[in-house]
C-alpha cells in the first residue's frame, strides 16, 4: 500500500493506465502504474475503489500477481455506467484509487492442505491473485485443483493462462461451459460437476469460491455433499458499496459489513445469512 | 461363460454398480458388451431406437442436438464414471439427441430387450437397477436446472 493512501482511505490516488487488454466481449483488464516506489502492495482477494472521473466509484477487485508490485491489475465486467466510464479509458489516461481494502483468501492457513479453485464467469478475476500465490509457493500445499464454469467458449475468462496453468503437472485444471459448438474441445455442464472427479482429499482441503451468489450456493451444496467442512469454504462477496472502509453501512450484510469483514468469508460465518431470501 | 465372467468384472469396476450383489451383476452382465468408440464415432442418432445403454469406463462423450445445416450444439459432455442412454427405459425408445465419442472411448453396454426380459422376469433387480438408476437421472436433472439459471450472467 502506497503511503499517501495509508493517510487517508477516502481520498483517489490518480493512477494512469499503463495497458489495457480486452479479454472478452464485455471484459477488459487495465494495467495500472504505481507511483510509489514501493509499488501497490496488496493480498489475494482484495479490492480497489476505482474512480472514473465525473462519473463515479466501483468496488474492483485486484486481479494481478501479488508477488509484483510494481503492476496493479484490475479485470473489469462492462455491467453499467462506472465500468462503462472505466472500459474506454485508454493507455495514459487516468483514473482514481482508493485501496486495498477488505479481507484476503486465506492462502497461508491454507498451507498444507490441498487446495480447491471454484470460480465462476467473471469470479476468476478474484481469484487469480490467489492462485498465483498458490503456484509461487506450490511446494507448500498439496494437490491443487483449479475449476473454472463460464456460458459459452467465448466467455471464458484468462484462457491462455488457463492453459498455462494447465500444462503444469503440478496443477489440476477443469473447465467446463454451459453450451458450446462442436469445435469445443472442453467439458460442457455446470461447474458442480467438475468437483466429484477432481480427485481432491475433501478432509484436507480449503476451498475459494467466487463467482455469482447462485453458482457459489450450488458450488457450496455439492462439496457439503461431498464431505467437505464447512469451516474449509471460503466465499468473496458482493454487495454495493460507498465508502469501502466500514463507515457508511452501504454494504450491510446482516451483521457484518462487505468492504470490512469481507469480501472473503468463511462460509461458516455467513452460512445463515447466504439462506436469507432478500438480504 | 468366461466373457461374461469377464464382463461382470468390468461392470464391478463402475461406480454404478458399486456394492450391488454379485447374482444380480453376473444376471446383467449376461446382456453386457464391452465396446470401444473412436473420436468424432457417433454412438447414438437422435430419433433412433435406443437399444443399448451405456455406462462409460473411460473417455468423454458429448450429448449434441442436431442443427439443421450447422454443427451440433453440445449440452452435455460425460465422463468416466458416468452414464447415458437410458432411452431404453421410455416408451417409444428413441434416442433424445446424438451422442458422439469426444476422446477415444471406453463403454460397457446392456442391450435394451435383453434387459427388458430378465427384469420382467427378476422384479428384485429391477428394483435394484431403478433404485440406482433414479439418483443418477436426479442429479442430472438438478445440473441441468442450475445450467438453466444462467449462473455466471451476473457477478
Ligand atoms: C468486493 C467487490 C469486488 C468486485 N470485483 C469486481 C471485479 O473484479 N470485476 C468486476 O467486473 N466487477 C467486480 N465487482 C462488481 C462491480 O463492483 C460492479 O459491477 C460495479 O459496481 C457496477 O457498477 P456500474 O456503475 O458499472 O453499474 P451500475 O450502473 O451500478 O449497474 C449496472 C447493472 O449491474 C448490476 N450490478 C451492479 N453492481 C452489481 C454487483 N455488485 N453485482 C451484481 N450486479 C451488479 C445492476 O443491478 C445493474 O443491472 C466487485 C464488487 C464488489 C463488491
Ligand atoms: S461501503 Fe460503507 S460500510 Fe461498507
Excluded at chain 1, 101 to 108: D, M, R
Excluded at chain 1, 222 to 231: I, P, R, T, W
Amino acid at each position: 500500500m502506497s503511503t499517501q493512501i495509508k493517510l487517508d482511505p477516502m481520498t483517489p490516488v490518480p493512477f494512469a493506465v499503463a495497458k489495457r487488454v480486452q479479454e472478452l466481449a464485455d471484459t477488459f483488464t487495465i494495467e495500472l502504474a504505481p507511483t510509489s516506489t514501493d509499488g501497490f502492495v496488496f493480498q489475494p482477494g482484495q479490492f480497489n475503489m476505482l474512480y472514473a472521473f465525473g462519473v463515479g466509484e466501483v468496488p474492483i477487485s485486484i486481479s494481478g500477481d501479488p508477488s509484483d508490485p510494481s503492476k496493479l491489475v484490475h479485470t473489469v465486467r462492462n455491467v453499467g455506467a462506472v465500468t462503462d466510464a472505466l472500459s474506454k479509458l485508454k493507455k495514459g489516461e487516468q483514473l482514481g484509487v482508493r485501496g486495498p481494502f477488505g479481507s484476503a483468501w486465506p492462502v497461508v492457513e491454507a498451507e498444507g492442505n490441498d487446495v480447491v479453485i471454484v470460480a465462476g464467469g467473471i469470479g476468476l478475476a478474484p481469484l487469480r491473485p490467489a492462485i498465483e500465490h498458490v503456484l509461487a509457493n506450490r511446494s507448500k500445499y498439496g494437490r491443487f485443483v483449479v475449476l473454472y464454469g463460464a456460458r459459452s467458449p467465448a466467455d471464458v475468462l484468462y484462457m491462455k493462462q488457463l492453459q498455462m496453468w494447465r500444462g503444469r503437472l503440478d496443477t489440476y485444471v477443469d473447465v467446463t461451459v454451459d453450451h458450446a459448438g462442436r469445435d469445443w474441445a472442453g467439458n460442457v455442464g455446470v461447474v458442480t460437476r467438475l468437483i466429484g472427479r477432481a480427485n481432491f482429499d475433501v478432509h484436507h482441503a480449503k476451498v475459494f469460491i467466487c463467482g455469482p451468489e447462485l453458482m457459489m450456493r450450488f458450488t457450496i451444496k455439492e462439496l457439503s455433499d461431498l464431505g467437505v467442512a464447512k469451516d474449509d469454504i471460503y466465499v468473496s462477496m458482493e454487495r454495493n458499496m460507498k465508502c469501502a472502509i466500514g463507515h457508511c453501512g452501504h454494504c450491510q450484510f446482516g451483521g457484518h459489513f462487505i468492504c470490512k469483514d469481507g469480501p472473503v468469508f468463511p462460509y461458516a460465518r455467513i452460512e445463515n445469512l447466504m439462506q436469507v431470501r432478500g438480504l | 461363460m468366461v466373457k461374461v465372467e469377464g464382463l461382470d468384472k468390468l461392470l464391478a469396476e463402475h461406480p454404478f454398480f458399486k456394492g450391488m450383489d454379485e447374482t444380480s451383476r453376473k444376471t446383467l452382465a449376461g446382456c453386457a458388451r464391452n465396446e470401444r468408440f473412436n473420436e468424432g464415432d457417433y454412438i447414438a442418432h437422435e430419433g433412433k431406437p435406443a437399444e443399448r445403454f451405456y455406462f462409460v469406463r473411460s473417455g468423454t462423450v458429448a450429448l449434441e442436438f442436431h442443427v439443421q445445416g450447422q454443427d451440433g450444439l453440445v449440452i452435455e459432455t460425460l465422463h468416466d464414471g458416468d452414464v447415458f442412454g437410458w432411452s431404453w427405459m421410455v416408451p417409444p425408445y428413441e434416442w433424445a439427441y446424438d451422442i458422439r465419442a469426444v476422446t477415444l472411448t471406453r463403454v460397457i453396454s446392456l442391450e435394451a430387450t435383453c434387459l427388458r426380459k430378465k427384469l420382467k422376469k427378476d422384479n428384485a433387480l429391477g428394483f435394484e437397477l431403478y433404485s440406482r438408476f433414479v439418483p443418477v437421472m436426479a442429479k442430472r436433472l438438478y445440473s441441468a436446472r442450475q445450467q438453466l439459471t444462467d449462473m455466471y450472467g451476473k457477478s
